[in-house]
């Protein structure tokens, strides 16, 4: 049995932990008398608030090329995420689902993935049983398991060039842009302003583009008239190509269930592992 995962998996195992904020539709213009600096913070200490969200991510990631998914996720009281994602330019192996439910991590490709698995469609990480494995860490799912995805919107509160660009209307909501660049050093200097539970789900995202080599970030910001982030964008120069996503949020704070897919279509990585060694 193969168990290679389809191309679109490794890079949504990374993007997973890289949705930042969120946002409730407002019609109104968005903070417009506040400093851009303050109305960025504000924007990010509102994301505490939020238990669950639904979003989408377009874009480009280093070696995957152009991506687009589309996911809801639950932070309260546990994690749990859904996420359909597609890859183009991984032709047939581009489109895989991810779920994360009850400390396990899924990925399924369909068809594509069935081929390679002897007709079963998922692949099962059981992140309690592998989380000290090495090479899963590198994938992102143990750090994705604990990380509250929305703790990566702060990162632009450590920018010094923090500048307003303007109004735009994104999904027919009102909202103020703003920009700004920061270096990884000016984001774990931010971290030793929160309490330690916020510095250490903002030291993984840190972690993640160190991974990939990048040091500095440009990141866009589109505030809503409620104060919470409607869409954020961040690009990087990675080591092997450029990063450029937009993350839109669609509605949150409603229920988001995830069930695990059926046993007898799943393969469970901990079980063949255990089997290796034993035989």
Same mark, same amino acid.
Request: aromatic share 4%.
């Given at each position: ?5 389809? +191309?679109?998996?490794? &890079? ?20 417009? !008398? ?9 924007? &990010? ?21 152009? @991506?687009? +998914? ?9 994690? &749990? ?19 994360? @439910? ?19 469609? /998922? ?7 592998? !989380? ?9 799912? +143990? ?23 303007? #109004? ?33 789900? !903002? ?18 910001? /589109?505030?809503? !008239? ?11 120069? +990675? ?7 937009? @993350? ?17 279509? #799943? ?13």
């Amino acid at each position: 049995m193969r168990t290679s995962v389809p +191309a679109a998996g490794l &890079a949504a195992l990374l993007l997973a932990a890289g949705a930042v904020g969120c946002s409730k539709d407002s019609g109104s213009d968005a903070s417009p !008398g506040m400093e851009p600096a303050a109305a960025v913070a504000k924007a &990010a200490k509102n994301t505490e608030d939020i238990s669950s969200f639904r979003y989408t991510m377009t874009g480009k990631v280093p070696e995957q090329g152009r @991506v687009e +998914a589309e996911a809801s996720m639950r932070v309260k009281p546990d994690v &749990a995420m859904s996420m359909k994602m597609s890859a183009p330019e991984a032709g047939a192996q581009g489109d895989v689902e991810i779920r994360l @439910v009850d400390k396990a991590m899924y990925i399924g490709g369909g068809a594509e993935m069935a081929k390679e698995m002897d007709g079963k469609s /998922w692949m099962k990480f059981d992140l309690a049983a592998l !989380g000290q494995d090495k090479e899963l860490n590198e994938l992102g799912a +143990a750090s994705q398991a604990e990380q509250n995805p929305a703790a990566q919107s702060t990162f632009l509160t450590g920018a010094k060039d923090v500048k307003k660009v303007g #109004t735009e209307k994104v999904d027919g909501v009102e909202t103020t842009r703003y920009s700004g660049t920061v270096t990884l050093e000016d984001l774990r200097a931010s971290l030793k302003k929160k309490d330690a539970k916020a510095a250490e789900r !903002g030291e993984k995202g840190i972690e993640q583009y160190e991974k990939m080599g990048i040091d500095t970030l440009t990141m866009d910001m /589109w505030v809503d !008239g409620e104060d919470q982030t409607k869409q954020f964008r961040m690009r990087g120069d +990675a080591t092997k190509g450029p990063l450029d996503m937009t @993350v839109k949020f669609l509605d949150v704070n409603k229920p988001v269930t995830v069930e695990a897919p059926p046993a007898g279509e #799943t393969v469970d990585l901990a079980e063949m592992m255990q089997g290796l060694e034993e035989s």
